[in-house]
């Protein structure tokens, strides 16, 4: 059976080194020139470089078939010659001769020089396929970061032109070199076959991909959805056979062995490997849009059942452990088999919401910092702040509206190493981040990040987004450096650094004392809005940092209660703020922090360790 250039079995979009030099030995030093040109320099693009081939393979056409035409007629002119071989002279049949061996001479050095003419081509095309590989891969890492809040520029629809471009291309020099190979044998174009129809197959298997990933944060018995894509649209007429899509789970392990497997086995993979869960409705057929040219397949309403989960390893926990969906699909093309397969991002499936926070750290973390080629799922141990910072400000950002200022990142930066802010080059660990509890806490820094950004956007987002609330600063700065240079009434609204998703009034007093509430947290603010509870405190007028009135600040966010009883004839009542040690307008001594307003049910709460809740 002849080798077949589509029977693949690596994985479309995750083979390492992809975007990398080719590296065969036949191309060194061939069409050199070629590649020192840059993606885009001075307009001369991507899309222009590919027109630019175009026309030098149309030229290389017309020359491989000019050179067919005059092969065939020297050597029908000296076959016919031939017949007339006894009728010759001794001399005329050696002046027979000599002419067929020059013309065989200048055949052989025009063959050459269409077969350098070739390669150069090849290497050509080498170097953009390259970088449209790359370029898909800076689409799936911008995926990635689009999942911690990123801006995303979805550029797909021109990545998939390119592509389909290439596979047109590549389909057509193969030809060239088959056709050459039939004029005569050539070690140097079999050598150019097989590696052309390795670039092929990466090519239609990188343009495999995840469309729209599934929730990074996976909870069992929730619906979610997902959707791939095969960027090389209507090209191959794949979408004939309406392909089938299957979808698995695969543990971090399996994914490694996976796709360690497929990307150096020359054995057709027949199946996926065995699921380390059991998803619902997790088949789908790929269909083909005729007017976008979109082939692809969506899965709207998967539901993961259950999940098997590897053994724990020293303080490992199911938040900890990441999967992955692959994307799995066999199609007949020419009467051979493409098997073809892709994984989603990392997923973490956790069976309780309390799990959700340190989830979304590891998701967080692998999003931010793992590498465009990676092993699944390696990330690094460690990273510098300045990596960290814009991390968290992308996050932080993108859930509430308003990015974090330089004065909010050294306060992150000193809670991290525990200490005052320095020159910012040192290395955050892993552990750092979400593993060792703050000084004098029971919870970590993201535990508290991510509160306070939950809080934020659940409660606060308006206030954030104008600027009313400074947020995250120290409390010994706040009563020490700020509030001492501030008049009578002015306030300050900072992050608690005790209590997990709570906000804290600091402010001055009419005897200059100044004071600090007790944190409200999103139970207090379920209850009654932050702004109405500041309207509540006579005391509190400037607020700082703008240092206007409270009521030109906050007035648009105050509640207004405009109906006074209610159809079944009560009389309409309020919950207000009340602090007894701020009343009377003096307060002596050290202050002392007041329950909230409202006294809530002592309800007990179960130690229940969520870490290890499989």
Request: aromatic share 10%.
């Amino acid at each position: 059976m002849p080798q077949n250039p589509y029977m693949y079995n690596l994985v479309g979009g995750n083979v390492n080194g992809v975007g990398m030099n080719t590296g065969n030995p036949y191309l060194s030093g061939v069409g050199g020139h070629l590649n020192d040109v840059p993606m885009a320099e001075e307009g001369y693009g991507l899309t222009a470089r590919i027109q630019k081939l175009a026309v030098d393979m149309d030229n290389i056409r017309v020359t491989i078939q000019s050179f067919q035409s005059e092969q065939e007629s020297i050597y029908t002119y000296f076959s016919e010659l031939n017949q007339t071989r006894a009728m010759m002279s001794p001399q005329e049949a050696q002046e027979h001769d000599n002419q067929f061996k020059d013309q065989c001479v200048i055949l052989n050095e025009r063959r050459k020089a269409l077969v350098l003419d070739l390669r150069r081509v090849v290497s050509e095309y080498d170097t953009i396929q390259d970088q449209v590989i790359m370029a898909l891969k800076m689409w799936q890492r911008n995926q990635a970061l689009a999942g911690n809040g990123a801006p995303f520029l979805d550029n797909l629809d021109d990545i998939q032109r390119c592509v389909e471009m290439l596979v047109d291309m590549i389909a057509k020099i193969q030809t060239f070199v088959s056709n050459l190979l039939l004029m005569a044998d050539d070690p140097i174009l079999t050598e150019l076959l097989s590696h052309v129809r390795s670039v092929q197959r990466m090519l239609v298997l990188s343009s495999f991909i995840v469309e729209r990933q599934p929730p990074q944060v996976m909870k069992t018995h929730t619906r979610f959805a997902a959707a791939v894509r095969w960027l090389i649209g209507p090209q191959l007429g794949l979408y004939t056979n309406s392909p089938s899509i299957e979808c698995v789970i695969l543990s971090e392990a399996q994914a490694q062995r996976h796709a360690a497997h497929n990307s150096t086995s020359d054995m057709q993979t027949s199946s996926p490997p065995q699921s380390s869960g059991e998803i619902l409705n997790n088949v789908s057929t790929m269909e083909f849009q005729q007017a976008t040219r979109v082939l692809s397949a969506s899965f709207r309403n998967m539901q993961l059942k259950k999940i098997k989960r590897a053994e724990k390893k020293g303080t490992e926990s199911v938040m900890d452990e990441k999967f992955s969906l692959l994307f799995y699909t066999t199609v007949v093309f020419n009467e051979f088999k493409i098997s073809c397969w892709t994984l989603s991002l990392p997923v973490v499936v956790i069976v309780h919401g309390n799990q959700e926070p340190q989830s979304w750290a590891t998701i967080t973390w692998d999003n931010a910092f793992s590498d465009i080629t990676r092993e699944p799922f390696q990330v690094p141990e460690k990273v510098r702040w300045a990596q960290l910072s814009v991390a968290l400000n992308t996050k932080f950002g993108s859930a509430t509206g308003r990015g974090l200022t330089e004065e909010n990142l050294n306060f992150l930066y000193e809670k991290l190493f525990r200490n005052e802010a320095g020159e910012h080059t040192e290395f955050i660990t892993w552990a750092q981040f979400c593993k060792e509890p703050l000084p004098d806490r029971t919870f970590t820094f993201w535990d508290w990040f991510f509160a306070i950004m939950k809080l934020t956007k659940d409660h606060l987002l308006n206030l954030w987004k104008e600027g009313l609330i400074v947020g995250f600063i120290n409390k010994r700065k706040t009563l020490e450096e700020i509030l001492p240079m501030q008049q009578y009434g002015t306030f300050l609204l900072r992050f608690s650094d005790s209590e997990l998703g709570g906000i804290t009034v600091a402010f001055v007093d009419d005897q200059g004392n100044k004071l600090m509430l007790a944190p409200w947290t999103s139970r207090d603010l379920n209850i009654r809005c932050l702004a109405d509870r500041i309207h509540d405190l006579n005391v509190l007028r400037i607020v700082y940092p703008k240092n206007i009135p409270r009521d030109e600040a906050f007035a648009s966010f105050y509640s207004h209660h405009v109906e006074q009883t209610t159809r079944d004839g009560y009389v309409a009542n309020t919950i207000r703020a009340h602090v007894p040690a701020i009343e009377g307008g003096s307060v002596a001594g050290t202050p002392q922090h007041q329950p909230q307003d409202i006294t809530m049910p002592n309800y007990e709460m179960f130690d229940i360790d969520w870490n290890n809740v499989i």
